[in-house]
């Protein structure tokens, strides 16, 4: 998993933080990457404690997490209700008067297409943070995964709307990156976003597209994990 960024305190913190949100017969959605790989680990040893616990993961990533602590798992389409999500972000936005507060960039392990889906049908959705995340714009690359047909049209309408897409490759590998949804990764840059939320609705109108990074108006809350303890913004 990636651990560049913030510090892996930091991130323990955050992570261990919000496990301790997780109740008694609780259905949990676990999101992606090494922040949230903190809370899983916890809510193992919830599990191994006695606690009547099931999750959902969002990834093979931390589908292989949860099997490894023993966390019994479900699926969406097999449970009335996801009482809470824990997921991490690639930048929050964190400033007090921004009218887009606690909007997300996420799919730094291109898992955002199965985190939206859950971290959105949970009764509460928890992001997990360390400071390195928090900034006053969005402004670093969106994920876009799309159909493999799509990916050279929707990188024209990307670049129509001025934005630079640029073919998610594979580190030690030839080739591009594939989701776990057998799809490709376009990340986007915009430079500076001023309105998350324009820029998520057209994203989604495009044809091809099947999910992009920008989570705006979901997180209920965000627990910023730091060296002395833990910070919670609502
Ligand atoms: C995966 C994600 C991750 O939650 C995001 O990349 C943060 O990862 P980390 O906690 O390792 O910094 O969106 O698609």
Known sequence: MKTDGGSD????????????E??????????????????IRAI????????DIRAIPTSFQSRQLALEVSIPLTELDAVDRVDLAID???????????????????????AHAREKLVDTAADRFVVV?????????????VPVEVLP???TTVADRIDAMEGEPTLRTAERKDGPVVTDNGNL??????????????????????????????????????????????????
């Open 44 to 51: 193992g040893r919830a599990v191994a404690d006695g606690r």
């Open 9 to 20: 305190t930091a991130k323990r913190r955050a992570g261990e933080r919000a496990a301790e």
């Open 88 to 110: 991490g972000a690639d930048q929050v936005v964190d400033d007090p008067d921004a009218a887009a507060r606690g909007a997300l960039i996420k799919g730094g392990g291109a």
């Open 149 to 151: 047909d799509a990916h």
């Open 22 to 39: 997780v109740e008694d017969g609780f259905v949990v959605g676990l999101g992606t990457g090494s922040t949230t790989a903190h809370a």
């Open 185 to 234: 990764v376009l990340d986007c840059a915009f430079g500076r976003i001023g309105d998350p939320a324009a820029l998520a609705a057209t994203l989604s109108a495009i044809p091809g597209v099947v999910e992009h990074g920008l989570f705006v108006g979901v997180a209920d809350a965000t627990y910023i994990g730091t060296d002395d303890g833990v910070e919670v913004r609502h």
């Open 129 to 141: 943070a360390d400071p390195s995340k928090l900034t006053d714009r969005l402004e670093r690359s």
